[in-house]
Antibody, heavy 126, light 108 residues
């Protein structure tokens, strides 16, 4: 059984950065991709980007390009999501999730999410 | 980006009734790469359906999905008390992956 355990809630000032961690267990970390999804209060989820630990290659939604960085540490089976230049609209619950995408001749295609972390609330306020 | 519009916004039903939820895409979803999730307050979403109609591991057969192109449906044949929640559709045929705004199924 795959388990994804995230770091705790964060309170940040506008303009600062936040780094959220997601530690995986129950399966070989490099066997699958990890995506990050956020959900603002009362809104639907929003995909931010993902990473394939085996290749250490990340892919980001255009909306977050330049502001988000997703990395992994294979030694601890942990994925990280760092979001910079925070504004109040970034207040949300941030989730990591196991990504069930596919690999073909044109590369990796991110897919749906079968296991999720418990979520990390990030509050941006002055 | 593909916009997913879910309807209705809220569905008020009684336990034992049938729930039919709609998800309409702004353009065709490639290869029916559409998933459905259930979310309860304070919890992460839970995968129900992928590939438009395949049930995820451990999901009861009262949940079924169908559709292709731009129109997709999630049906709960007989609502159990634990089924009252918010449901989201998500397309993963094109990047970026996008979600609908959700349908809340509440107890009438």
């Amino acid at each position: 059984q795959v388990q994804l355990v995230q770091s705790g809630s964060e309170m940040k000032k506008p303009g600062s950065s936040v780094k959220v961690s997601c530690q995986a267990s129950g399966d070989t970390f490099s066997n699958y991709a990890i995506s990050w999804v956020r959900q603002a209060p009362g809104q639907g989820p929003e995909w931010m980007g993902g990473i394939i630990p085996l290749f250490r290659t990340a892919n980001y939604a255009q909306k977050f390009q330049g502001r988000v960085t997703i990395t992994t540490d294979d030694s601890t089976s942990t994925a990280y999501m760092e979001l910079s230049s925070l504004r109040s609209e970034d207040t949300a619950v941030y989730y990591c999730a196991r990504d069930k995408g596919i690999h073909d001749s044109s590369g990796y295609h991110y897919g749906y999410f079968d296991y999720w972390g418990q979520g990390t609330l990030v509050t941006v306020s002055s | 980006d593909i916009v997913l519009t879910q309807s209705p916004g809220t569905l008020s039903l009684s336990p034992g009734e049938r729930a039919t939820l709609s998800c309409r895409a702004s353009q065709s979803v490639r290869s029916s790469k559409l998933a459905w999730y259930q979310q309860k307050p304070g919890q992460a979403p839970r995968l129900l359906i992928y590939g438009a109609s395949s049930r995820a591991t451990g999901i009861p057969d009262r949940f079924s999905g169908r559709g292709s192109g731009t129109d997709f449906t999630l049906t709960v044949s007989r609502l159990e008390p634990e089924d009252f929640a918010v449901y989201y559709c998500q397309q993963y045929g094109s990047s970026p992956k996008t979600f609908g705004q959700g349908t809340k199924v509440e107890i009438k």
